[in-house]
């Protein structure tokens, strides 16, 4: 069974192990070594302990063997309060295409941060679009092209 709660700072180092595997198995189909290697960087156990600081952080796990399976993050878009934004969403390379990235969309839009916001943003991978898209999420501003950081700029409205 496939459960999701809040991260715990004891998660760190599965979470941050699980978004390199799946960078490096599933985002490497789009994306650069190079790009991804630095992308990593602000991706560390450490960074997800800072971060849960201040966003909601979730994780999945599969009650089965105690493993997590999928993390993602929802926070103020800026600071405000009618915006919130989406990010660091991954799923492990052997649990995609079962339901899991949809299960957890699902929590993060049951959050206080979604349900309080008029527009929620997430800055979405070339990997993740058509997942994104398929969840709801259109082209910011209309906008189909990638920005600086590679990623393409998607939001949902409440």
Sequence with gaps: MIT???FKNSD???VASLVK???YTTNIKDYSKKYLENYLKDLTAQ???ENAKYFH???LTDDTNNTIVAVGSI???WGKKDESS???IFVLPEYQSKGIGRKLITALESD???KRAKRIEIPASITGLGFYQRMGYHFKNGKKSLDNEQLYRLEKFN
């Design 75 to 77: 926070g103020p878009y």
């Design 47 to 49: 960074n997800f302990i």
């Design 57 to 59: 952080c979730y994780v």
């Design 21 to 23: 595997k799946t960078m």
């Design 112 to 114: 206080i941060y979604f």
């Design 4 to 6: 999701y709660r809040i």
């Design 86 to 88: 989406l990010f660091n």
């Design 12 to 14: 760190a180092e599965e």
